[in-house]
Structure formats: C-alpha cells, structure tokens
C-alpha cells in the first residue's frame, strides 16, 4: 500500500541552523501539508500546498519557514534559523483531493539545542 | 484557541467490551471529521471519517457518531482488542482537504 515518507527520521541541530525536513508524498496525491506536535500538545497545522503554491499557512508559519516541491516526487520544508521552540514532531500529509482523507508520514523528530 | 477538544486524556477498558471514545468541537463550520490512531514515534493513521450530512458512519469494528445539534462525535470501538491501545486523535476540517484542526488526543489501553 503506498504510504508518505519522511526523512529524515531524526534530526538534532543547532540553534541558528538551517534545516530542511523532508517527505515524499503518495505519488498520485496532489495536496500536500506540513503539521507539527511540540511533546505534550496538539497536532498543529502549518502550511497546505497545491498546484506548487502555498494555499493555506497557520500564524506559526511566519518568514522563518518555506515550502518547497523541488521535483515531482520531493515536497520540503526549511526552517531558516531554528529556536529552541521549533523542537517538535514535523508530520507530512497529502491526499489526492480536497474531497479525499490527509494520509500522514511517521514523522521527523527535530531536536534544537 | 480549542475549537476542537477531547476531554479525556485516557481511557482504560477490558478487551472484547466497547470503547467510546469522545469529542467536542465549537466551529459550526467545521463539516468534515475524522479519527486518527496514533502509536509512539508514528504518525497518525487514518481511521474514519464523516461528513456533516451524516450522522453515522461504521467500518467494521468502528464507528463514528456524529451529533451536530451538540456539536459532538464520538469514536465506538466493539469489540476492543489489545492492539486497538494507541492515542486516538479527532480532527475537522470545514472542507475536507483544507487544514485539520486536531483535539488533544485520548490514550486508550486495552487491558487483556
């Protein structure tokens, strides 16, 4: 069954850093998200991205984040200079279309010190 | 801002009897609703979902009640097996493919 994967799976950086997590979407899909869950909170949405434009992006999303869908396969997210406070879970998701269920990947552990 | 809430944090039931597991949301825009599983270190997995226009949708073991009138669906899992124990998750959308806005999640143990 195709599945969304992340890359990579952990990552530790330091404060100031660039980083840039990445997701292969399923193949087919068209609409693709970036979610985050900081330890002991709510799944939190980011950013929504379709027709290779940002269609939606939450107050978190600020100047520090993009998105990017480099090639057909590849879909990004660079965080230009980490905070101690973007240490969270980074989920991707996509579907097919609007109608249709967000499949998510398992996730890239982001660990800022 | 907690459009979306799950007032239980855990639930502990005995394996074979039924799981019901809650959710509150205060969008009247919201119109779709879905329920994730999640497991350590994994991300959230698709369960069931349901559309405003619905007021039940079943697949096998699960089924998702949703009351709009109380602006309130919950997730019945009968019956509950071992495996079924992870943190369940609902989420809405006000147009399904449009951000989810998640509840804070129910960790359900079931006990063999």
């Known amino acids: 069954e195709p599945e969304v994967t992340q890359t990579p799976s952990h990552q530790v950086t330091q404060m100031g850093q660039e980083v840039i997590l990445r997701c292969v979407p399923i193949?087919?899909?068209?609409?693709f998200y970036w979610y985050r869950q900081i330890l002991g909170q709510k799944v939190e949405f980011l950013v929504s991205?379709?027709?290779?434009?940002?269609?939606?992006k939450s107050e978190i999303f600020d100047d520090q984040f993009s998105v990017e869908r480099p090639d057909g396969s590849n879909f990004t997210l660079k965080i230009r200079s980490t905070k101690l406070e973007d240490s969270a879970m980074y989920f991707c998701?996509?579907?097919?279309?609007?109608?249709?269920?967000?499949?998510f990947g398992p996730g890239t552990r982001l660990l800022v010190l | 801002d907690q459009q979306v809430k799950q007032n239980s944090p855990s639930l502990s039931v005995q394996e074979g009897r039924i799981s019901i597991l809650n959710c509150d949301y205060t969008?009247?825009?919201?119109?779709?609703f879905l329920w994730y599983k999640k497991y350590p270190a994994e991300g959230p997995t698709f369960l069931i979902s349901?559309?405003?226009?619905?007021d039940k949708n079943e697949d096998g073991r699960f089924t998702v009640f949703l009351n709009k009138s109380a602006k309130h669906l919950s997730l019945h899992i009968v019956p509950s097996q071992p495996g079924d124990s992870a943190v369940y998750f609902c989420a809405a959308t006000n147009n399904a493919g449009n951000m989810l806005t998640f509840g804070g999640g129910t960790r359900l143990m079931v006990k063999p």
């Open positions: 193949s087919n899909h068209l609409y």
């Open positions: 998701a996509s579907c097919f279309s609007r109608q249709e269920t967000q499949y």
């Open positions: 969008n009247s825009m919201f119109d779709y």
């Open positions: 349901i559309s405003s226009i619905k």
């Open positions: 991205f379709y027709n290779n434009e940002i269609s939606e």
